[in-house]
């Protein structure tokens, strides 16, 4: 039976688990060389820009032995009318599998429900769970386990920070959000989330609150693609949560700095944090790579 990948719950702990022993695995250089998809033609259908995730997901299918066809908005016939269903129905007789970067995460929803190969969720307004798989192995990597340590993200409660919710709800992570009031994540993910928590969920406003005695520092834009319009009104809100030394003096000696990137440098976080020894923002951009590996293993038999 096909499975998909639309938000981190999809999978079990157990599952995740496995992603992460794996991810770790490859990106030591375990296999190196060998192909086992070999053979096999993964989409990728991109209605919003990227970096990451589009070259990361091409390089992760090239080094499995897979060939990537990429599709952008302009390209794809729904942009002329043609339904998702049927986009889905078609495209499913040519590939093995389909990732999907989209403004709406019922788009995801909606074509998954439709096709007969796994669908990964590349970002959605909602979700951004393939971001959530790299943060925590980067956590992982970096403090050796994932249970009671207490990641605090601060800034807007967000598609990074929803799937942070449900990662933390999954893996026993103790994970506080500051953010201004009416910036929460979505109340639907938490509730979700809640229902099957077993780590330690709290929304907070105050970020030095949040961040103390923090193991992990997480931060992302204030204004996202799409936001553009009320970006002065957001940077009046975020203000006071920038990621800079003052805040990072909050958390343990030991802490990690983490941003999913791009980052708007000087706005949600300091160069001088984000480029400082506490940072491991490019180890966990690297970790996109070795985690979709891992997944693409998993989903594309």
């Known amino acids: 039976m096909k499975r998909d990948f639309l938000t981190v719950l999809d ?26 998809l070999i053979g096999r033609s993964i989409g990728l259908l991109f209605e919003k820009p990227s970096t990451r995730t589009r070259v990361s997901f091409e390089t992760a299918i090239y080094q499995l032995g897979a060939q990537s066809i990429y599709t952008s908005a302009g390209e794809l016939q729904m942009g002329r009318g043609e339904t998702i269903a049927d986009t889905a129905r078609t495209l499913s007789r040519y590939l093995d599998a389909v990732v999907i970067r989209t403004t709406n995460h019922s788009r995801i929803e909606e074509f998954a429900l439709n ?66 009031e009416g910036y929460e994540p979505n109340p639907e993910v938490l509730d979700r989330a809640r229902e099957a928590e077993k780590g330690n969920i709290i929304i907070l406003r105050d970020p030095r609150e949040a961040a103390a005695r923090a193991d992990v520092i997480y931060t992302d834009v204030w204004v996202s693609m799409g936001q553009e319009q009320e970006a002065e009104k957001r940077r009046e809100k975020f203000k006071a949560y920038q990621v800079n030394d003052a805040l990072l003096s909050c958390a343990k000696d030991d802490a990690i700095v983490m941003h999913c990137l791009p980052a708007h440098r000087g706005e949600e976080i300091t160069d001088s944090v984000m480029d400082g020894l506490h940072s491991v923002v490019f180890d966990q951009a690297e970790n996109r790579l070795h985690s979709q590996k891992a997944l693409l293993e998993l989903l594309v038999k």
């Open 115 to 180: 096709a007969t190969i796994p669908v990964i969720n590349g970002l959605s307004d909602r979700h951004h769970p393939c971001q959530a798989l790299a943060d925590i192995m980067t956590v992982l990597e970096k403090r050796g386990r994932l249970e009671g340590i207490r990641f605090a993200f601060i800034g807007d409660g967000n598609n990074v920070a929803n799937s942070l919710v449900e990662a933390a709800a999954r893996m026993q992570i103790d994970l506080v959000i500051a953010c201004p």
């Open 11 to 36: 999978f079990s702990k157990e599952e995740i688990e496995a992603i992460l022993r794996r991810a770790i695995d490859l990106k030591s250089g375990k296999d190196a060389g060998k192909c086992p």
